[in-house]
Nanobody
Framework: QVQLVESGGRSVQPGGSLALSCALS????????IAWFRQAPGKEREFVAA????????DYALSGKGRFTISRDNSKNTAYLQMNNLRPEDTAVYYC????????????????WGQGTQVIVSS
């Protein structure tokens, strides 16, 4: 059974950095595209970033452009989200998701969610 496990979330001060990880078990990461989403309290889940199976193509929400970097290491079956210059509005539970079409970065391509990891940005 395919399972995603996110990690790396914690409390950090504004302007700080975090690196989130998304580890896949029960499957081969290179057959999927990967995306990160987040959900803040009282808000709907929103797209953060996505990456194609090889890493050649990426896409970012405007909120994270220039601050967030999505990457992957297929040999480790793990994807990452590097977040720099964090803001209080980045506070949310961050989820990774598998995309069934490895080249497609559209939001509709993604499902098979992990359990999430909490990020809190506060002074």
């Amino acid at each position: 059974q395919v399972q995603l496990v996110e990690s790396g979330g914690r409390s950090v001060q504004p302007g700080g950095s975090l690196a989130l990880s998304c580890a896949l078990s029960g499957g081969t990461l290179s057959t999927y595209s990967i995306a990160w989403f987040r959900q803040a309290p009282g808000k709907e889940r929103e797209f953060v970033a996505a990456i194609s199976w090889s890493g050649a193509a990426t896409d970012y929400a405007l909120s994270g452009k220039g601050r967030f970097t999505i990457s992957r290491d297929n040999s480790k079956n793990t994807a990452y989200l590097q977040m720099n210059n964090l803001r209080p509005e980045d506070t949310a539970v961050y989820y990774c998701a598998l995309g069934s079409h490895p080249y497609v970065l559209a939001v509709s391509n993604f499902g098979s969610w992990g359990q999430g990891t909490q990020v809190i940005v506060s002074s």
